[in-house]
């Protein structure tokens, strides 16, 4: 019984690891530019599909795929947030004209993939073989890199927000947009810049799940429902939330498996966060006055 | 001619008589079934987008998840009718019943909750669970399958004009139906925005805040936009179920049909009155013309959207009210004749 309760919490891990970095990339974005992205779920199909042409038509190297392929992910986020986003903010509405336009971007982004790359769902060799067999356990190599490179690309993340110009500049425009731009941050390259980097956060997460999940053009849109997820219980905007969220909605999924059946987990998943809005809308490390 | 808008209000309403009289004479022109079939869904998603527009774009109530209002009638309607026999001119005004309750409670987060992003996630969230709601009650719904088999609305015997149907070769009578349904919406929205209550939403969608100050008892307008609304798409999901008589949990509560509502409302222009029909007739009735789009309809749509909040806010019909026409010969200052 305890062999396969544990091997249900290091799946939990897991799952949680990805959750984690992906509810960590949206909250950045939401954090800086208070827009809540809705086709953030696509820059992780781009990733996907940028990752699988280059390793499989181009015949790269799978490490030095994923930095270019987290490259051209960046740049066509950033011309996405400097093109559409951004002058959105500066007009009376732009709450709900942000959400309209990222909602407008996610099912054209679909449906160009469809258009461009076909339905069908295309599969990516694993980076990694091999198995670890410890105490009774078989984890796949590729499951263990999922996580390491989660762990990494998060604690990287944090070590930008809190160390670097650019961290400090995006921490600042954070907290008022208005005060920073007095003091000579230039608020709106800035929140361009960390709309870019949470999409290809984003993006990678698409990489280094790819060889376990298919690449397709709909393979963004259950992530990106477990990334909203993830923020709204964390506290949209925070950064600590997103990453503690992530991990428990991983474990507590991934235990939780066995008690529901699989056509209904969705749905509790929906009522779960609709209830956590309800009674909590600033989630675990929000603050109140943000959601009134 | 009593007060100085007089004149214009006058010519307002002239203009849009003239304009529903030309609507509905386009079958005394057209009777290809295809053109009609086209016109009829433009009406019945009109009719959704001018409901999805009072709450919306009126009440300043951002809310995604209307599409559940939809489909929660479509399927109320269709499975009373066809499981009770029960006449679908009845059940019609039920499923609108129940879409008027479930705008109830979605009414209730937008009381607690005034963050445009968290009401978005609540009411996307909503119409999903309501989507894996129908496609996994198989026994009742047959899930994706889909529900077919749905009843007609039955012939009515009308003076003048005798038996009429609206099952399959009946289309001119259905595209009145229709059209009776978008001009009644068109009218009751007119009407309660002219009213106290259309004061009370405009003022709520400036600021809720001042609103409140000023007294207006934020709760009951908020209940009252919602309720209204479901109302109003909840009748049209209910038509529309009776129309095309098969029901599948995309077809109705699919993300994809509020999108596309959504582009009809921004590209006609959202907070007008004429912008969800204008709207309306521009994406379904160009995604006819243009059949070649066919595969790439959601692709423009989505598209559509982004460039109308980034390029076109104002949308169509408010363009359209800033053109100068042609004032009436009556209004130009006359020549006295009796000076040189």
């Given at each position: 019984m305890?062999?396969?309760?544990?091997?249900?919490?290091?799946?939990?891990?897991?799952?949680g690891a990805i959750y984690a970095l992906m509810g960590a990339g949206l909250t950045l974005i939401y954090g800086t530019m208070r827009v809540l992205n809705f086709a953030y779920g696509e820059f992780y199909m781009l990733g996907g599909y940028a990752f699988l042409l280059l390793t499989s038509a181009a015949g790269m190297p799978w490490p030095l795929a994923l930095v270019l392929a987290a490259v051209l992910v960046f740049a066509f986020a950033a011309v996405t947030a400097a093109g559409v986003v951004q002058p959105l903010l500066a007009r009376p509405g732009w709450d709900f004209s942000t959400i309209a336009a990222t909602l407008g971007i996610s099912i054209a982004l679909q449906n160009a993939a469809l258009a461009i790359w076909g339905e069908r769902f295309q599969s990516v060799p694993y980076m990694v073989d091999g198995t670890l067999e410890v105490a009774g356990l078989h984890i796949p190599y590729q499951r263990l890199l999922i996580v390491a490179a989660a762990a990494v690309l998060i604690a990287g993340s944090a070590?930008?927000?809190?160390?670097?110009?650019?961290?400090?500049?995006?921490?600042?425009?954070?907290?008022?947009?208005?005060?920073?731009?007095?003091?000579?941050?230039?608020?709106?390259?800035?929140?361009?810049?960390?709309?870019?980097?949470g999409s290809a956060l984003a993006a990678l997460a698409g990489m280094i799940l790819a060889p376990i999940y298919a690449v397709s053009p709909w393979m963004g849109v259950p992530l990106a429902l477990k990334a909203f997820a993830v923020v709204v219980l964390g506290g949209l905007g925070s950064f600590r939330g997103a990453?503690?969220?992530?991990?428990l909605l991983g474990i507590v999924e991934a235990v939780g498996v066995a008690l529901t059946s699989s056509e209904w987990r969705e749905a509790i998943a929906f009522a779960v966060l609709i209830a956590v809005i309800w009674v909590r809308p600033w989630g675990l490390y929000g603050v109140e006055r943000s959601v009134r | 001619m009593n007060g100085m808008f007089a004149p214009r209000k006058g010519r307002t309403l002239a203009a849009a008589g003239l304009a529903a009289v030309a609507w509905l004479s386009i079958p005394l022109v057209v009777q290809q079934p295809y053109v009609l079939h086209v016109l009829i869904l433009t009406a019945i998603f009109a009719t959704f987008a001018i409901g999805w527009n009072l709450v919306t774009g009126f009440a300043g109530l951002k809310t995604f998840g209307h599409h559940a209002l939809f489909a929660i009638a479509a399927y109320a309607s269709a499975l009373l009718a066809k499981n009770f026999g029960w006449s679908p001119w009845i059940t019609a005004w039920l499923g609108a019943g129940l879409g008027t309750l479930v705008g109830f409670l979605v009414a209730l987060p937008a009381l607690r909750i005034r963050s445009?992003?968290?009401?978005?996630?609540?009411?996307?969230?909503?119409?999903?669970?309501?989507?894996?709601?129908?496609?996994?009650?198989?026994?009742?719904?047959?899930?994706?399958?889909?529900?077919?088999?749905?009843?007609?609305?039955?012939?009515?015997?009308?003076?003048?004009l005798g038996r009429v149907t609206f099952g399959g070769s009946g289309r001119p009578a259905f595209f009145y139906l229709a059209s009776v349904l978008m001009l009644a919406a068109l009218a009751s929205v007119w009407a309660l925005m002219r009213s106290r209550a259309g004061l009370a939403f405009v003022a709520l969608r400036n600021s809720q805040e001042a609103a409140e100050s000023l007294g207006i008892n934020l709760a009951r307008y908020k209940f009252l936009a919602f309720a209204a609304s479901g109302f109003i798409v909840g009748l049209s999901g209910a038509v529309y179920a009776h129309y095309v008589r098969v029901l599948t949990?995309?077809?109705?509560?699919?993300?994809?049909?509020?999108?596309?509502?959504?582009?009809?409302?921004?590209?006609?222009?959202?907070?007008?009155?004429l912008g969800p029909v204008v709207g309306a007739?521009?994406?379904?009735?160009?995604?006819?013309?243009l059949r070649d789009v066919g595969n790439y309809r959601l692709l423009l749509y989505g598209a559509l959207i982004v460039l109308a909040t980034r390029f076109f806010p104002q949308g169509i019909a408010r363009m359209a009210e800033h053109v100068r026409w042609p004032r009436p010969a009556v209004l130009k200052p006359q020549p006295d004749p009796e000076r040189p």
């Open positions: 305890s062999g396969q309760l544990i091997e249900q919490i290091v799946n939990g891990v897991i799952l070590a930008i927000l809190s160390f670097t110009r650019f961290g400090r500049a995006v921490r600042a425009t954070a907290q008022d947009r208005e005060a920073a731009r007095v003091l000579g941050v230039p608020a709106d390259r800035t929140s361009i810049l960390a709309f870019a980097f990453v503690v969220a992530g991990l | 445009v992003a968290h009401l978005a996630i609540v009411t996307l969230a909503f119409a999903e669970i309501i989507r894996i709601l129908i496609s996994n009650l198989k026994e009742l719904t047959r899930g994706e399958l889909g529900l077919i088999g749905i009843p007609a609305f039955d012939p009515l015997f009308l003076p003048v949990p995309h077809s109705v509560a699919g993300l994809e049909v509020m999108i596309m509502v959504i582009a009809m409302v921004l590209v006609g222009g959202i907070g007008t009155h007739l521009v994406l379904v009735g160009g995604a006819e013309v």
